[in-house]
């Protein structure tokens, strides 16, 4: 059996995207981690597959894996290019993303860009979660120059620090022990954010699961919130990340999150029967 895939990336946040609506392949964890390995597989910052819709009103059902095998409740960046793809599939400018964290609805704009709503910031110590009860606006903890980040979880876990120069952080460093801190007994996700205006965000991104990545969808959004709680931002503001920059609003209504942003296919591929087995 032969299995093709489609290498696509956002903003540099790049991912092997497989749809398989027709023929049911599943992937172990020790596969995605194979076809992860950027000189001996293909390399991605998440391993996506395109499955039939499990909820009514659901267009599909989005999987997220990290390069570690791990599972993710949430990506930004590939919903907008699953999103784009099944626009060109469809012909519509609006799409249904289902992922474990609930139901994402797209829509296109005339310049190809895409706007997902990423649903409601959930901001209770339950929904990150933490090992124990906190106010989610100041958690305390630390490590290197970096303290008291704001929690907030977009479906999946965010840990917001603000800083004064996101250039002078050692995230290598500082990265992997805020991921697998004690008060986060699912990891979590470490974005560090300069306030560069009220409306302008300078953020750098340590991706559970993945490592330092050039953008981070969830992550962004998770920026904005934080950094509008904190009361250093408005509800809408540019992100700026490694890779290129996003939109992102948090609505007042009913607190959802709205990320704007391109999207790309880099190339097309076919698995070599080694990966897989
Ligand atoms: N790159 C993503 C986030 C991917 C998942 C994350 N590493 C996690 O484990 O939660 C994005 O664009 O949101």
Not at 43 to 60: H, K, M, S
Not at 115 to 121: C, I, K, S
Not at 200 to 206: F, G, P, Q
Not at 232 to 248: F, N, T
């Amino acid at each position: 059996m032969t299995v093709s895939f489609r290498k696509m990336h956002g903003l540099g946040n790049d991912f092997v995207v497989v749809d398989v609506r027709q023929s049911g392949v599943g992937f172990t964890e020790e596969q995605v981690r194979r076809i992860g390995d950027r000189r001996r597989g293909i390399g991605f910052d998440q391993f996506i597959t395109i499955e039939p819709p499990r909820q009514a009103g659901a267009t599909i059902f989005m999987g997220i894996r990290n390069p570690d095998g791990s599972v993710a409740g949430a990506c930004g960046n590939a919903t907008r290019c699953v999103s784009a793809l099944l626009m060109a599939e469809t012909g519509s400018d609006a799409v249904v993303i289902e992922t474990v964290s609930g139901l994402l609805p797209a829509t296109r704009t005339t310049d190809g860009t895409v706007t997902v709503d990423m649903g409601p910031a959930r901001l209770d110590w339950q929904d990150l979660p933490l090992a124990e009860a906190r106010d989610t606006l100041h958690l305390g903890i630390g490590a290197g120059d970096l303290h008291d980040p704001v929690g907030v979880s977009m479906g999946n876990p965010h840990a917001v620090f603000f800083v004064e120069d996101v250039a002078a952080v050692p995230l290598t460093e500082v990265g992997p022990v805020l991921e697998n801190h004690a008060l986060f007994p699912k990891r979590c996700n470490i974005e560090i954010v300069e306030v560069q205006a009220r409306d302008r965000l300078r953020m750098r991104v340590w991706e559970r699961g993945a490592g330092i990545t050039q953008a981070c969808g969830s992550g962004a959004c998770a920026t904005l919130v934080a950094a509008a709680r904190r009361g250093l931002a408005d509800r809408r503001a540019e992100v700026i990340l490694d890779g290129g920059s996003l939109m992102i609003e948090w609505r007042d209504s009913d607190g959802h999150v709205l990320m704007s942003g391109p999207t790309a296919t880099s190339f097309t591929g076919i698995f070599d029967g080694s990966l897989l087995a």
